[in-house]
């Protein structure tokens, strides 16, 4: 597999390899154009023949010429089987409730196109280009939130996505208004495909919702670790704590956890030349900042460390090719349990936990920058004027409610199982479940260290302001001069504080704030 680009165009072509996590990235969110390799096209068509081949036979095959889960034990008549996939299809999308972001619709469609490229679930070429021709387009199926069990696939979800195939069902089209799927086929010169033999369940029975998703949040959190030790070194320096615990001698040398070292190292990056650290026997003595100062990167690594195991998950079910039955190369039809989304939703459960934690340290720190009596000097919830003005009080507040609320999401999905299929489906992942509580609570992370951010800087501009005994570090006031320009305010009277924090969180969010840190320390982990 791989990817090219041309100017304007983006483009991935899909081989019978692996597909990679950019590759899911730059069409689910890049809106890259797709195409199938020859070595795909070549690849379904060999493996096409076999199940044609079987169709042909008089003994029943799963999935081929039978029914589906419970009702596997019907064989299907030769007349009837055209007949079979519509229905498996239209049955099976019976997804209720919201509908499901664009982007997560279009990495599910691309996941099971490059499921198909890969021969092993042997569906005619056509199928896999339709869905391509499709995604090209900017045409979206409607899919909504729930249906999904995470196991035999996420097959309510991926049924919509089938149906649109088909002609039949709604979809959105490069406008963003949702219309009937064969009107906007017809406008873009999309021929619905005919379902034969087992095409209906290749489309449906996959794993691509939950990994689609879970390839997501690993981006998306990659950039939040880098921020989350962005904000507590600001936040350290804003409260005149030490850096002498984040020199490398006292972590991979005597504690080797990967990203433990490698949080610590983005801290002392972003503190290089800071004249405010290491003020601990001042006006105020301590002996030791507080855990919530000292152990960052303690608790960002162990989940830098969580993300990376995810990340090896996600690239193993990127290399997989999910269906039941597969067509293995040597030509055998086989039935198998691949389907089961058990590896993705344990991987998608530990990173709620991870953003959990991650969210409620900042809160610690942020708390620690508004308390008068702990914050060494700088006035209570760094209000310009303590009791006439409220400060950033309330934004604290805020940041707790979300901390609270990742803390609800952080309960697994993977634990529970509700048996579905008549007893057939008796134990279930809840893999789609578990990742669409994780897209909530990134979210919700990238808000929390956007209000870490906004008190931090102001905190800092404080203390510039008092000539406290130095200035702040050079990285640090990038990320000052980010927030700002960003539309994040600084200390003075009380203002409507909202679009400040919307502000910080759009510049979390974008990317943005790492960027502008990055230009001073270099590339950071």
């Not at 704590?241 to 990203?259: F, M, N, Q, T, Y």
């Amino acid at each position: 597999m791989h990817s090219a680009a041309a100017p304007h165009a983006p483009l991935v072509q899909v081989g019978k390899a692996d597909v990679s996590a950019e590759d899911v990235l730059a069409v689910a969110r890049g809106n890259a154009k797709v195409e199938l390799g020859p070595d795909a096209l070549s690849e379904m068509a060999t493996a096409r023949a076999r199940i044609d081949a079987l169709a042909a036979e008089p003994r029943p095959v799963y999935g081929v010429s039978t029914g589906f889960g419970a009702l596997a034990v019907r064989h299907i008549s030769p007349e009837l089987r055209a007949q079979l996939q519509r229905s498996l299809v239209r049955s099976h999308a019976a997804g209720m409730g919201p509908v499901v972001e664009r982007e997560v619709v279009r990495a599910l469609m691309f996941l099971r196109m490059k499921t198909l490229a890969s021969g092993r679930t042997g569906v005619r070429p056509v199928v896999a280009q339709t869905m391509a021709a499709i995604l090209n387009a900017g045409i979206t199926p409607v899919v909504r939130e729930f249906g999904s069990l995470g196991c035999s696939g996420d097959l309510a979800p991926l049924s919509h996505c089938a149906l649109v195939l088909m002609g039949e069902g709604v979809a959105t089209g490069p406008d963003g208004v949702e219309r009937p799927a064969g009107e906007l086929l017809a406008e873009a010169g999309i021929e619905p495909v005919e379902l034969l033999e087992k095409e209906g369940l290749a489309l449906i029975n996959g794993t691509d919702g939950m990994l689609g998703m879970l390839v997501m949040a690993i981006a998306d959190l990659s950039r939040l670790f880098t921020t989350a030790d962005i904000t507590a070194a600001m936040t350290l320096e804003a409260l005149l704590g030490s850096d002498k615990v984040l020199a490398p001698e006292l972590h991979a040398p005597i504690r080797p956890h990967p990203g433990q070292a490698l949080s610590a190292a983005n801290m002392l990056a972003v503190l290089k030349d800071s004249g405010l650290t290491g003020h601990h026997q001042d006006d105020a003595p301590r002996v030791q900042d507080a855990y919530s100062i000292r152990c960052a990167p303690q608790v960002a690594g162990a989940g830098r460390d969580t993300l990376a195991h995810a990340t090896l998950v996600a690239s193993r079910e990127l290399a997989a090719s999910v269906d039941n039955p597969v067509v293995l190369p040597d030509g055998r039809v086989e039935s198998n349990g691949n389907f089961h989304g058990a590896p993705v939703a344990y991987v998608l459960d530990f990173l709620a936990i991870a953003a959990a934690d991650l969210g409620s340290i900042s809160e610690r720190r942020t708390d620690r920058l508004l308390d008068k009596a702990r914050s060494h000097g700088l006035p209570a919830f760094l209000a310009d004027d303590p009791g006439v003005d409220s400060g950033l009080m309330i934004a604290q507040y805020t940041q707790a409610a979300l901390v609270s609320e990742n803390k609800r999401l952080a309960v697994p999905a993977s634990v529970d199982s509700i048996p579905s299929s008549a007893m057939q489906e008796d134990h279930v992942s809840m893999g789609w479940s578990a990742a669409r509580k994780l897209r909530q609570a990134v979210e919700n992370l990238g808000r929390v260290l956007a209000v870490e951010l906004t008190a931090a800087a102001r905190a800092l501009e404080i203390r510039q302001q008092a000539d406290s005994g130095g200035r702040v570090a050079p990285a640090t006031a990038a990320a000052m001069a980010a927030a700002r320009e960003a539309g994040v305010g600084g200390a003075g009277r009380d203002r409507f504080l909202s679009p400040d924090l919307e502000a910080a969180a759009a510049l979390v969010a974008s990317g943005e704030l790492v960027r502008a840190v990055e230009q001073v320390t270099g590339p950071l982990a």
